[in-house]
């Protein structure tokens, strides 16, 4: 996974030995979690891109801010949903394939991209959502927490359309991620 933050890139690896190189497997306990009031995000473009594999209808794929200010990427019944609020009101979008469901056990690549206020949301090169964000708010700052394949209160979660974590695979990117195998990162186990 990739996510450009204005200057800022930050990106993810694997933190402990898994069966590909670059995938976390999550049983629906399971979360990254990165802490991010050491280094904020404020930014006024990002792009995030990741693929995942599942069989799970519903689950938080990753979030980061709170309140009114915040970025959550989740599958809901079986399409993708992203909702994105800088302050002023939500941008949500549904991505669904024309036939069956991004839940097939398949690879399935996200990208997400947001210049401003402009959002792009593209799932397989070939499924594509563009909007605007409400109102003039262009920025979009996080001192919270940012969360990969769920959180310990996903159902809590502003802008969260879906109440579990995520179960199955995430793919990250090429680039090597220092922000979950930091000081900073934390993996969650919870019971299963």
């Given at each position: 996974?990739?996510?450009?933050?204005?200057?800022?890139?930050?990106?993810?690896?694997?933190?402990?030995?898994?069966?590909?190189?670059?995938?976390?497997?999550?049983?629906?306990?399971?979360?990254?979690?990165?802490?991010?009031?050491?280094?904020?995000?404020?930014?006024?473009?990002?792009?995030i891109t990741l693929s995942?594999?599942?069989?799970?209808?519903?689950?938080?794929?990753?979030?980061?801010?709170?309140?009114?200010?915040?970025?959550?990427?989740?599958?809901?019944?079986?399409?993708?949903?992203?909702?994105?609020?800088?302050?002023?009101?939500?941008?949500?979008?549904?991505v669904e394939p024309v036939?069956?469901?991004?839940?097939?056990?398949?690879?399935?690549?996200?990208?997400?991209?947001?210049?401003?206020?402009?959002?792009?949301?593209?799932?397989?090169?070939?499924?594509?959502?563009?909007?605007?964000?409400?109102?003039?708010?262009?920025?979009?700052?996080?001192?919270?927490?940012?969360?990969?394949?769920?959180?310990?209160?996903?159902?809590?979660?502003?802008?969260?359309?879906?109440?579990?974590?995520?179960?199955?695979?995430?793919?990250?990117?090429?680039?090597?991620?220092?922000?979950?195998?930091?000081?900073r990162k934390s993996f969650?186990?919870?019971?299963?």
């Amino acid at each position: 996974m990739v996510l450009l933050a204005g200057n800022d890139i930050v990106t993810a690896t694997k933190c402990h030995s898994i069966r590909e190189e670059n995938v976390a497997t999550f049983r629906g306990s399971e979360y990254f979690c990165y802490d991010l009031s050491q280094n904020p995000i404020q930014s006024s473009s990002d792009e995030i891109t990741l693929s995942f594999k599942t069989w799970q209808r519903n689950g938080l794929l990753l979030h980061t801010g709170k309140s009114a200010d915040y970025v959550n990427l989740a599958l809901k019944d079986g399409a993708v949903s992203l909702v994105i609020n800088l302050g002023s009101g939500a941008f949500e979008a549904i991505v669904e394939p024309v036939n069956g469901k991004f839940n097939d056990n398949a690879w399935h690549d996200i990208k997400v991209t947001r210049n401003l206020r402009q959002v792009t949301i593209s799932v397989d090169g070939i499924l594509t959502t563009t909007g605007y964000t409400q109102e003039d708010y262009t920025m979009l700052g996080s001192d919270d927490f940012f969360y990969v394949g769920g959180s310990p209160s996903t159902a809590d979660l502003p802008g969260s359309p879906v109440s579990n974590n995520f179960m199955e695979s995430v793919m990250f990117g090429e680039m090597a991620m220092q922000l979950f195998c930091s000081n900073r990162k934390s993996f969650h186990s919870g019971p299963e």
